[in-house]
């Protein structure tokens, strides 16, 4: 009795609740069980007679409850002494005349509505379940019973009867005959109650469960009071047995509530937390509609809304539907603005006068749960009924239980989203932000961090440009995630760039960045795979670091991974060897490469997501290479970064023509060099005037590199779309100067400029042992 009087310390505010019933000789309400501040700092008496004018007696004759303020009770009690300030009294006569409920409060305001209606809730627990007078005359309402504990006789309304699945000609009046039909579980709690004596006299409450034909058991509540017998009259258990399946479907609220806390501590997104909360509430109190949003300044940003479809909400949350859910103006709804200063929950049932948002979420009664995070409110639950809902005391505990642990919830889930967002934030900038174009073929890459944790991976991927058509394609894996790794992958993507555009062969750009990661003198290792492609002819070669193979999806749709020798992890081992593989591409054929987060999980090996993959890109259809690399991440786990980069190799629509001439360091070698130019520009069909033009470059070019450098030399020429490219390659790394100015008496520096005015462009780049000098002149068409 204790515990229920306390319902309305919390629920209702209040300072003090006193229970009175009816004392044997009939005159006297007397004093059964208080909870809260002492009664005599109220000056609370322990008996009022049932005739006299305090407003116990009045309640408890009326049938009315009593509300007094601080004026009305000086004026009712002049001469009153108490030590407390002024308060606010509440008399609440209880069902069927079986006493009264005194409530004290030392808030400004009193009790409101709501607090109200919890001291009426109060008051209906702890009421006598049944009158004497009803169970003397047999008379029971449709919910009470009449135990008789002597012969185990029992008297029942038909209410019951319909709980348990009987009909009245089938009940035969044995206490037995109702506890067969129990879950066997529950009998050892029912037999203590229905046995005198495991029972004292007094007022008991229980609930238990019945078996059903189908589905799960369903929970009643039995609330009884032992009534001493005498005169003739036997030891009786009389009472009430309502159904509580409502709330409790097939586990207890506790069980509920403790189910609610294991989902939340593992939900790592706000959107996971939105959605076990949903799941939670709206089954077990038979909802309607459920939102739950956060609260960002005065905006609640919806999370999850059930049902989703737009036309079941307010118009002015459609109105606000920016996105994939609404974002509310909380000032448009100055009830919940309200509702979410004070706190607390708050319930409206059927027919309160609200703002159109919020009645049309919940026309039949509505429910706002603020969700409190320490020192701030998190946001707000809203749950709502279309057809009148009776808001019972345990669909109350639930809510505050369910809010407290949301609200937590949620603002954990809020800093990880915040968190990860800035991770992945911070490894996108690690990764290319686009991708080159390219002469023949289209590539497209995918990068999806892990969602389980919130380190930075290692995982990355590159496509580079390299002179005559080429192109690198480079995908790898850093053990682990942290910020170290994040470094090393930035540090590989480096140097593997910087090794390939010096123009080294693809085993020797590993196998540089290989020595350069076991100098840093790291405790982690890197896995790549590299595949230099000639884009003119298809043909590639591949190099492996420990890293997964190509997967080569053919034009006529068959796939292949191909077969080739491997070499270890960079950093493993500083003088390793890194083999290559010859692959073959013909136009319409797509490579695809991954790390391993794509194709390996708890529940299958590498090979096994290797074939799978090789399926998956089968079934695919190529022309859309974006939507491929999307259905592709479609089967990723999630558990492990994963980076996918896919090429697909068209063939290019003219192939260039391609002439190279050795240039021997003679004194006849610029003229041996001319004579070679002009034999390969006239054979390709190049005007007669940008012959001459091409002619002067290459006698500048070849004679720079043969006063200025030592070594070989090399000349190269190139015709695609109507270009002259030509290029001379030497062993020096030094990069010539164009002068900026020469005077009149000079002997040299003129060559570079005469470059420079008759080339369209010009340039040099690094290559494997030197450099390479270039200039490229468009021809007249």
């Given at each position: 009795?204790?515990?229920?009087?306390?319902?309305?310390?919390?629920?209702?505010?209040?300072?003090?609740?006193?229970?009175?019933?009816?004392?044997?000789?009939?005159?006297?309400?007397?004093?059964?069980?208080?909870?809260?501040?002492?009664?005599?700092?109220?000056?609370?008496?322990?008996?009022?007679?049932?005739?006299?004018?305090?407003?116990?007696?009045?309640?408890?004759?009326?049938?009315?409850?009593?509300?007094?303020?601080?004026?009305?009770?000086?004026?009712?009690?002049?001469?009153?002494?108490?030590?407390?300030?002024?308060?606010?009294?509440?008399?609440?006569?209880?069902?069927?005349?079986?006493?009264?409920?005194?409530?004290?409060?030392?808030?400004?305001?009193?009790?409101?509505?709501?607090?109200?209606?919890?001291?009426?809730?109060?008051?209906?627990?702890?009421?006598?379940?049944?009158?004497?007078?009803?169970?003397?005359?047999?008379?029971?309402?449709?919910?009470?019973?009449?135990?008789?504990?002597?012969?185990?006789?029992?008297?029942?309304?038909?209410?019951?009867?319909?709980?348990?699945?009987?009909?009245?000609?089938?009940?035969?009046?044995?206490?037995?005959?109702?506890?067969?039909?129990?879950?066997?579980?529950?009998?050892?709690?029912?037999?203590?109650?229905?046995?005198?004596?495991?029972?004292?006299?007094?007022?008991?409450?229980?609930?238990?469960?019945?078996?059903?034909?189908?589905?799960?058991?369903?929970?009643?509540?039995?609330?009884?009071?032992?009534?001493?017998?005498?005169?003739?009259?036997?030891?009786?258990?009389?009472?009430?047995?309502?159904?509580?399946?409502?709330?409790?479907?097939?586990?207890?609220?506790?069980?509920?509530?403790?189910?609610?806390?294991?989902?939340?501590?593992?939900?790592?997104?706000?959107?996971?937390?939105?959605?076990?909360?949903?799941?939670?509430?709206?089954?077990?109190?038979?909802?309607?509609?459920?939102?739950?949003?956060?609260?960002?300044?005065?905006?609640?940003?919806?999370?999850?809304?059930?049902?989703?479809?737009?036309?079941?909400?307010?118009?002015?949350?459609?109105?606000?539907?920016?996105?994939?859910w609404p974002d509310a103006p909380v000032r448009a709804m100055p009830t919940l603005a309200a509702a979410l200063r004070e706190g607390r929950a708050q319930i409206w049932p059927a027919g309160t006068a609200l703002e159109?948002?919020?009645?049309?979420?919940?026309?039949?009664?509505?429910?706002?749960?603020?969700?409190?995070?320490?020192?701030?409110?998190?946001?707000?639950?809203?749950?709502?009924?279309?057809?009148?809902?009776?808001?019972?005391?345990?669909?109350?505990?639930?809510?505050?239980?369910?809010?407290?642990?949301?609200?937590?919830?949620?603002?954990?889930?809020?800093?990880?989203?915040?968190?990860?967002?800035?991770?992945?934030?911070?490894?996108?900038?690690?990764?290319?932000?686009?991708?080159?174009?390219?002469?023949?073929?289209?590539?497209?890459?995918?990068?999806?961090?892990?969602?389980?944790?919130?380190?930075?991976?290692?995982?990355?991927?590159?496509?580079?440009?390299?002179?005559?058509?080429?192109?690198?394609?480079?995908?790898?894996?850093?053990?682990?995630?942290?910020?170290?790794?994040?470094?090393?992958?930035g540090q590989m993507r480096t140097a593997l760039r910087a090794y390939a555009v010096e123009g080294h062969p693809p085993d020797v750009v590993v196998s540089h960045a290989n020595r350069l990661l076991a100098d840093l003198e790291t405790d982690l290792f890197v896995t790549c795979a590299y595949v230099d492609l000639d884009l003119e002819s298809g043909s590639a070669w591949c190099v492996r670091a420990g890293h997964l193979p190509p997967v080569l999806r053919h034009p006529d749709g068959s796939t292949e991974i191909p077969e080739s020798e491997g070499g270890p992890p960079l950093g493993v081992l500083a003088q390793a060897e890194f083999p290559l593989g010859p692959l073959s591409l013909r136009p319409g054929t797509v490579l695809a490469l991954t790390t391993d987060g794509l194709v390996e999980s708890v529940d299958a090996d590498i090979d096994t997501g290797m074939n799978r993959l090789a399926r998956e890109l089968a079934a695919c259809d190529v022309s859309h290479l974006g939507m491929v690399a999307d259905a592709l991440l479609g089967s990723a786990h999630r558990s492990d970064d994963v980076a996918l980069l896919l090429l697909r190799y068209d063939g290019m629509a003219s192939r260039p023509l391609r002439e190279s001439w050795t240039v021997w360091r003679v004194p006849q070698a610029v003229g041996h060099a001319r004579r070679f130019a002009r034999r390969t520009m006239r054979a390709w069909g190049v005007p007669h005037d940008d012959v001459d033009a091409a002619l002067l470059v290459v006698s500048e070019l070849v004679t720079n590199a043969l006063v200025h450098t030592e070594g070989q030399v090399r000349l190269g020429l190139t015709l695609v779309n109507h270009r002259l490219r030509i290029a001379v390659t030497d062993a020096s790394p030094r990069t010539p100067v164009k002068p900026t100015s020469i005077g009149w008496e000079a002997t040299g520096g003129r060559g570079i400029l005469l470059v420079e005015a008759v080339s369209d462009s010009w340039g040099t780049v690094p290559v494997s042992g030197g450099k390479q000098v270039w200039s490229e002149i468009a021809l007249v068409r």
């Open positions: 009795m204790r515990q229920v009087l306390e319902q309305a310390l919390v629920f209702a505010g209040a300072h003090l609740a006193a229970l009175y019933t009816p004392g044997e000789d009939g005159d006297l309400l007397c004093l059964v069980e208080s909870a809260g501040v002492p009664r005599p700092l109220y000056g609370l008496r322990d008996t009022y007679p049932m005739s006299g004018r305090s407003p116990a007696a009045e309640a408890h004759r009326t049938g009315q409850a009593v509300w007094l303020g601080p004026g009305e009770l000086a004026a009712r009690a002049p001469a009153r002494r108490v030590t407390a300030q002024d308060f606010h009294l509440a008399a609440l006569p209880l069902p069927g005349a079986a006493g009264c409920l005194l409530a004290v409060s030392e808030e400004d305001d009193g009790f409101d509505s709501d607090a109200r209606g919890y001291l009426e809730l109060v008051a209906d627990a702890v009421a006598a379940p049944l009158p004497t007078a009803a169970a003397d005359s047999g008379e029971l309402p449709a919910n009470a019973f009449s135990l008789a504990m002597d012969s185990g006789r029992v008297a029942v309304g038909d209410g019951i009867l319909h709980l348990f699945g009987l009909a009245r000609d089938e009940f035969d009046g044995n206490v037995e005959t109702l506890l067969g039909l129990t879950v066997p579980e529950d009998l050892p709690a029912l037999m203590s109650v229905v046995e005198a004596d495991h029972m004292s006299i007094g007022d008991r409450e229980l609930e238990f469960r019945i078996l059903q034909p189908a589905g799960p058991p369903k929970w009643l509540r039995l609330r009884g009071r032992l009534l001493p017998g005498g005169e003739g009259r036997p030891l009786r258990l009389v009472g009430t047995v309502d159904d509580t399946s409502e709330l409790r479907s097939d586990v207890t609220d506790v069980a509920r509530v403790q189910r609610l806390a294991a989902i939340l501590a593992n939900a790592g997104t706000v959107r996971d937390v939105s959605q076990a909360v949903v799941a939670a509430l709206r089954r077990p109190l038979r909802a309607d509609r459920i939102a739950l949003a956060e609260l960002e300044g005065d905006r609640l940003v919806v999370t999850v809304l059930d049902p989703p479809e737009p036309e079941v909400w307010p118009e002015l949350w459609r109105l606000e539907w920016r996105s994939e159109p948002a919020l009645a049309d979420v919940g026309p039949g009664g509505l429910a706002v749960l603020p969700l409190p995070a320490g020192t701030r409110m998190a946001g707000a639950c809203l749950i709502g009924w279309d057809t009148p809902h009776d808001f019972g005391p345990d669909e109350r505990a639930l809510l505050t239980a369910s809010a407290g642990l949301a609200g937590q919830a949620l603002m954990r889930a809020h800093a990880f989203d915040a968190e990860h967002e800035l991770v992945g934030m911070l490894q996108r900038q690690l990764l290319p932000r686009r991708l080159p174009t390219l002469p023949g073929a289209v590539a497209v890459a995918r990068y999806l961090p892990a969602t389980a944790g919130l380190e930075v991976g290692g995982d990355w991927y590159d496509v580079i440009p390299l002179p005559d058509h080429h192109v690198a394609l480079v995908i790898g894996d850093v053990q682990g995630h942290s910020t170290a790794a994040a470094t090393v992958m």
